[in-house]
């Protein structure tokens, strides 16, 4: 430690001594250089007296950068300032290099003192050398900093020994607590008993430093694990112990009677850790043979991988509701731990998902898992027929239970169905056979068959219990499988027998439209396109809480309220008041009060009217998403539109909102089904949303396509309901309105205007008709209405409507008139030679209107004129 010491002091004073003078150079040549390009030294040199401009120079120099002298010499070496004046006009000695042209640091040793200097050249503005300036740290100066840092130096090198005697101490007390005061004598008698004892024992021990080497093995566990001669020291992972012999040594942890491998042998290993004991962090392992329950130890084993097998096929087999996916799975989890080939057959009603038959002899290949290819067996899709009465499969299929055959070579009932296909398969090396049938509940579904080819043993008779286990899980979801896609097929049927078959003709929007179920069941989704009077359109997009048969049924009792509602020419705000009314009604009378979870009929619906005449769509939604605008010129918006809560809430009201539409805008409306997924909110979902619109086509059906392209995933989670309109406006020349003073006098000359626009637009054959309804219509209006009345008149591509409107809120109504009454039979005519007739509220008052088809002539019953219905 004495001599660690002095080194490393050593070591330090000349790390110090040399720091000091690395200093030094830095600071001298720092100094020269600084002083060597200044603006004025080049000039001061060339001047005629330059002692006399650069003595006050260079002192100030050397007081302000802290050296011990600054001289200034000539392009000769001729000093020509220093702060010894006595040697101005001496010749510097050693500054060659200077001269030509190199700056250069050094240690000098000479007159007129010894020193640690730099040589900087001192250059005009064509890079000629015209003068030097040296700079320097006396020698003496330098050896007074290390000799400051001496004393330093000094008391930390006797700290350090300080320190090591210390520790030596303290190293030879723990030596000596460790052996427990024991000499050189008593230990090695300690040892030789101890050598004496472990290797006498007739158990293996075996001792494994923490860090996995090898610390100590007797001959017993040489013997037991056939360890080399060179075995200590080495790690455990390097003896080729096995995988779990390795990974229980290896692992640190204890254990008690593992039974592992080692070779022909079965060694029951138990372990602790030798740190609690007061020996290093570390193991020890003692190891029994106890290869005589090698045999009890394998059956064991083989019955916990079957086990282990079916386990994993449990979690494998009915992992969706997918009849073949399942046969597949089946197939899948049994190549190739169970068998080489296996083939899955069901029958054809099960495919379709009907009720299996009794006609088990003709089945499809659903499933066919080989573990190598090239093999003769038949494809999927293939149908199998079992018609030889003494084949395997069919004794299977009588008995209800597996057939098993060990070695096809031997077996002659198996060749009989197909002697060609059998040949092939015993020459490709298929040599075993188990057969089972698939049964759930008592009833045949299907045949599997497990073969086992070259490289495989026999079948045994162990496999078979395996097999018909295996099969009989899968028969239990296949059975599953096929019960819910009956059952989905059916929802979904009833669900599209609900929803519109077709959209119907109207001029005021083109509309394209989806429908797209939900994978895991139907839901309550719908919409509805209504054509309304005045053509206008009524648009509706809704969805009913929950999935199954219930929601579906529920959407089409709303969808039929809607359609209901909507030929009462409702307001949008008015209508939704009452489905919500109905909805409330409908929970009440399905739920007897007595059920805590019976379930209520929560929807939400989205109901929009548009106008084409004015451009106008009024909307009103009950807890539905608000719809995608797409204006004329291509920008995308959500319209912020009032939010009512959903229906079955009650006690709300409903509020509607109204948007200005340019003829070519395209309105989205949807159910939240194209918008949520997992892993995105709803708020992204729109984004999306918005962005895959605008980057789709003009049209509705382009749109349509792009939506469901881009937005939703292969199967759904959520049913899908989507509406996309692109609007027309009514051309204004088809378009006729007056206002009518509030006087029966101006009913002929409204009538004679009317028949004059008429014959504008071509329609004389109609004036009669038109003229006769207008009058009833004016007539009653001015007579039992009230002021302002006004009259339009609208021409769509077949069909011609008659509008009177005036400010009362009475609505007409028919009435049985009595063969002596003078009036009250007008709305009758109306109602004879128009195609259909109503009435619809405003604002303020109300419309009559009455519609006929172009090019038919009305053929009214006149002969029940007086026995018909009146006001």
Known sequence: MLVLVAVAASALVLQGRYDAERSARNSSLAAAEAFAHAPGTALALRSPDPTARLQDAAEHARQGSGVDFVSVLDAHGVRLTDPDPAVIGTKEPGVGRAVAGEAYTETFHGRPTDAVRAVVPVMDASRRVVGIVTAGIRYANVAQVLNRQLPMLLGAAAGALALATAGTALVSRRLLRQTHGLGPAEMTRMYEHHDAVLHAVREGVLIVGGDGRVLLVNDEARRLLDLPEDADRRQVTELGLGPGLTRLLASGEAATDVVVPAGDRLLAVNTRLTAPYGGAQGLVATLRDTTDLRALSGQAEVARGRLSFLYEAGMRIGTTLDVRRTAEELSEVAVPRLADFVTVELLDSVLRSEEPTGAVHRMRRTAL???????????????????????????????????????????????????????????????????VPLRARGVVLGMVNFWRGTGFPRFEEEDVAVAEELVARAAVAIDNARRYAREHAMAVTLQRSLLPVGLPEQDALEIASRYLPAQSGVGGDWFDVIPLPGFRVALVVGDVVGHGLQAA????????????????????????????????????????????????????????????????????????????????????????LPLSPPLGVGGHPFEAGELELPEGSRLVLFTDGLIEARGRDVDEGLDLLRSAVARAGGTPEEICRALTESMLPEHPRDDVALLVARTRRFDPSRVAAWDVPFDVAAVSRVRAEVGRRLADWGLQESAFTTELILSELLTNAIRYGAAPVRVRMLLGRATLVCEVSDGSNTSPRLRRAATTDEGGRGLFLVSQFADSWGTRYAERGKVIWAEQTLGRVPEADLSVLFDGAAF
């Not at 959407?555 to 209901?564: P, Q, Y």
């Not at 009314?581 to 548009?610: F, I, K, N």
């Open 369 to 435: 898992r080989a573990s190598r290819d090239g093999h003769p067996l038949q494809p999927v899709g293939d149908v199998i027929r079992f018609v030889a009465a003494d084949t395997p499969m069919v004794a299977a299929l009588r008995r209800g239970r597996a057939v098993l055959v060990p070695d096809l070579h031997g077996a002659e009932d198996w060749r009989a169905q197909d002697p060609e296909g059998a040949r092939q398969a015993l020459d490709y090396g298929i040599h075993s056979l188990i057969t």
């Open 553 to 640: 049924v529920t959407m089409g009792r709303l969808r039929t309220a809607v359609l209901n509602f909507s030929s009462l020419d409702l307001a949008p705000d008015e209508l939704l008041g009452h489905l919500d009314e109905m909805v409330t009604r409908l929970d009440t009378q399905t739920s007897d009060g007595r059920d805590e979870h019976a379930p209520l009929t929560g929807a939400t619906c989205l109901y929009a009217v548009y106008d084409p005449v004015g451009g106008r769509c009024t909307l009103s939604r009950a807890g539905h998403l608000a719809p995608v605008v797409v204006d004329d010129r291509g920008g995308v918006t959500s319209p912020d």
